[in-house]
């Protein structure tokens, strides 16, 4: 049995979970504005406290690499390294947008996170999981995704979908808000395929997924970087 502790910190709010295997142990969250520096240590705190354990019986630590919120990122994986540092255990990155929606859906899932302006971080899977478009930066307008939605409906979920509600008003296009988020309850059976295959992160080296600069410029039309 694989013991691993989880946390997510791309958005607003944070959440922190353990898995056994890929099996949910216990789960904290807490979606509120800064809540990842001031509560995070403490949700860790009570996942393992609820399930009777410590960081000695862990096996590996996952933490989600982005792309999302550069503070919440940074808070994260500098939490995570501290963590693997001090208790000598593998650090597993998972990407953001993985886990935000398992619901089957007859078309395309894409899920969205917000990235300022007009923009928006997402991905584009079919309802076997298979990646249709890598994880992107994508300047959202009224021809956006036309391409994909002239073949099928794709159903866009997450903070980022909401924005993307008011200006693409194609029939192909569905929209669910920001009840669908990241959250860390849903990286234990990705974070244990990855434990399997032995994919750890260099824990002196890794740094957070931010996908863009974080400086003051016009939006691109599209960045893509395979994630």
Known sequence: MALILSFETSTNGCSASLHASGVLVSNFELFAERSSAEMLTTLI??????????????????????????????IGVSTA????????????????????YKHSFNGLLC???????????????????????????????ENSFESLLEKKQILFCGEGALKCKLIINHPNAHFMGDEIRPKAAHMGKLA???????????????EPFYL???????????KKVTA
């Open 81 to 100: 390294k501290g963590i693997c540092f001090a208790a000598d255990l593998p650090l597993i990155s998972v990407n953001s947008l993985d886990t935000m």
């Open 111 to 141: 899920p969205m996170l917000d990235a300022r302006r007009m923009e928006v971080y997402c991905k584009v899977i079919d309802k076997n999981g298979e990646v249709v478009m890598p994880t992107a930066a994508v300047a959202i307008n």
């Open 45 to 74: 705190e009570q996942v393992l406290k609820v399930a009777k354990k410590t960081f000695k019986d862990l096996d590996a630590l996952a933490v989600s690499k982005g792309p999302g919120s550069y503070t919440g990122l940074r």
């Open 192 to 206: 244990f395929e990855k434990y399997k295959a032995l994919e750890f992160e260099n824990v002196a080296e890794f």
């Open 212 to 222: 863009k600069e974080f400086v003051s410029i016009a939006p691109v039309k599209s």
